[in-house]
């Protein structure tokens, strides 16, 4: 009656590490964390292409200004050149030498406008795709995540209701029986109780010797020649 009980111990134990295993070990959870890392870096270049589009917008206002104060720069020149209130050839050179300079200026200010507005428009897309996409994926991820709290949550609840069964099912089990159970375990791991099955051991598989087999099936504590389990028939 003892040894069954502890060949039930030993099952719950076995079902508990294997359930432990299964919770540490879980592919899932590895993905899962993968993929937070993947959409954390995704998160993180997309704020910093949000910042650029931010900059790129303060630049093109900017130019926007500078050539339009330019372009009212070079007007104002060319009323001066034109309102005929000069007529000294020095002077005027000097008017039109300005008025060169201020439209070269507002050329290239507008060319670098022009370039500016391009790589916002460029990036204006990047952000829409990108950031639908990883909208997409935090969702998908969020329904991952929702699945593995499931499955975690239903092995953990397992594993709460076996450690309380086992811890119940000890305080059946002779303490002197329990001592030496605790003995073969340190030794031999978990598994230190073997059934005999179709004479062999359960344990190493090795054969059982028939007097050994009579012994144990006479309620005698026998172990296993073999690996030192003890043996239940």
């Known amino acids: ?14 079902r508990l590490q294997e359930l432990q295993r299964q919770l540490h070990t879980s592919a ?11 959409l954390e ?36 020149l060319e009323g001066k050149l034109y309102s005929g209130e000069t007529s000294n050839p020095k ?27 391009l790589q916002q428009e460029q990036l204006e897309e990047w952000l ?17 995540l929702a699945r593995y709290r499931t499955w975690r949550e239903g092995l953990q609840q397992e594993m709460d209701v076996l450690a309380v069964n086992a811890a119940q099912l000890e305080g059946e089990i002779d303490p002197k029986l329990l001592t030496l159970y605790s003995d073969l375990q340190r030794r031999l791991g978990t598994k230190a109780l073997a ?7 359960s344990g190493c598989h090795l054969v059982v010797p028939p007097v050994l087999l009579r012994e144990a099936r006479a309620g ?7 690996c030192g389990r003890l043996l239940l028939p």
Do not use: P
Not at 57 to 75: G, H, N, W
Not at 220 to 226: A, D, L, T
């Open 128 to 144: 829409k795709e990108n950031v639908s996409k990883l909208q997409a994926d935090k969702a998908a991820y969020r329904e991952k």
């Open 195 to 201: 059934r005999v099955v179709k004479g062999t051991c």
């Open 1 to 14: 009656m003892g040894l069954s009980k502890l060949w039930e111990l030993q099952e719950m134990q076995l």
């Open 91 to 117: 002077e005027l050179n000097n008017i039109q030498h300005k008025i060169d300079t201020t439209a070269g200026e507002l050329a290239r200010e507008e060319e670098r406008a022009m370039e500016l507005a």
């Open 28 to 38: 899932l959870a590895r993905e899962l964390k993968r993929e937070k890392e993947r």
């Open 220 to 226: 005698k504590f026998i172990y296993c020649e073999s």
């Open 41 to 76: 870096a995704c998160q993180e270049t997309v704020r910093a292409r949000m910042q650029e589009r931010e900059e790129l917008r303060r630049q093109v206002a900017a130019l926007e200004r500078a050539c339009q104060d330019l372009a009212a720069r070079k007007k104002q």
